[in-house]
């Protein structure tokens, strides 16, 4: 356990510092960084999902040697004492871990459809330590394992549809007064329409303001229904739905709109669609209008 654990940790450490800085991984597909920068990869927007794992295997290899740290001949009661809670604890969080990663597999498989080898890996990881702890200890009382088994289950499936039940919600869910921008006359194609899910989908974001003439052009490039998509972001206090707060927080990176924000770079101006679609990895149809 201890060793699955330390490769754990080396994948999850590998991954959070490719989220810092790239945004980017080494994957044999292209599914990786999709799914890596997708708005499942974090926790509540902010924090990386990997963070989370690299602390959960890290705790695994602390527990799987904490018995080890007493010596069983000069101190019995305390080690076995020890040995009873690390090995209650490795049930819960490994079951838990397995819980979460099997959630995982279903948004990799039917939300985000695409293949990370990382993910996938984990996975198995997770189980496999559940397996170990399973046979790896004679468990008295196998009705409170079950129990707690079912417990744990329970706290996890709601912890992970909590957490990500908001994901494929509009981007402002409550209106707020305000001046609204010109209106969108252009209509979406398949190709915008798809592009557009793909920024959505990888948490991609456009800093603008209502005023701005070149975020109106950039609006007309997607067409009606796929600017409705976009994880568009007022900066202007007097504009309706305005998320000022969002914009301060990029401020030294938006000094000017449209300012587009993909996989941690920003690009100023208004782009094209095959820019847009270079930038964020998109596969899809590019058969744009414009």
């Known amino acids: 356990m201890a060793a699955i654990a330390a490769i754990g940790v080396i994948e999850t450490t590998y991954l959070t510092i490719a989220k810092f800085t790239t945004g980017s991984v080494l994957c044999p ?108 200890h004679e468990w008295e009382d196998i009705g409170q394992l079950v129990f707690t088994g079912i417990l744990v289950a329970m706290v996890s499936s709601i912890a992970a549809l909590g957490l990500y039940n908001s994901v494929n919600a509009p981007v402002s869910t409550v209106s707020t007064p305000g001046i609204a921008p010109p209106a969108v006359t252009t209509i979406s194609g398949r190709a915008e329409m798809a592009l557009a899910r793909h920024l959505r989908q990888i948490g991609a974001k456009e800093y603008g303001a209502y005023w701005c003439p070149h975020c109106y052009d950039q609006k007309m490039l997607f067409g009606k229904e796929a600017a409705g998509i976009i994880d568009y972001v007022e900066c202007d206090l007097k504009g309706k739905n305005s998320r000022t707060a969002l914009c301060k927080a990029a401020a030294a990176n938006v000094k000017g709109f449209p300012t587009w924000e993909i996989k941690g770079q920003f690009y100023s101006g208004t782009q094209s669609l095959e820019k847009l679609a270079e930038f964020s990895g998109y596969s899809g149809p590019r058969n744009f209008q414009k």
Request: proline share 4%; aromatic share 14%; charged share 5%.
């Open 29 to 136: 597909t292209s599914g990786c960084d999709k799914v890596l920068n997708s708005p499942y990869a974090t926790i509540l927007g902010v924090l990386p999902l990997s963070l989370l794992g690299f602390l959960a295997y890290l705790t695994i290899g602390i527990l799987a040697f904490a018995p080890k740290a007493v010596n069983p001949d000069t101190n019995k009661g305390l080690y076995s004492q020890l040995e009873n809670w690390t090995w209650q604890g490795l049930f819960v969080l490994t079951a838990a871990m397995v819980i979460f990663s099997s959630y995982l597999m279903y948004l990799m498989a039917f939300e985000i459809q695409e293949l990370c080898v990382y993910c996938v890996s984990s996975a198995l990881f997770s189980l496999s330590l559940f397996v170990l702890v399973l046979v790896g």
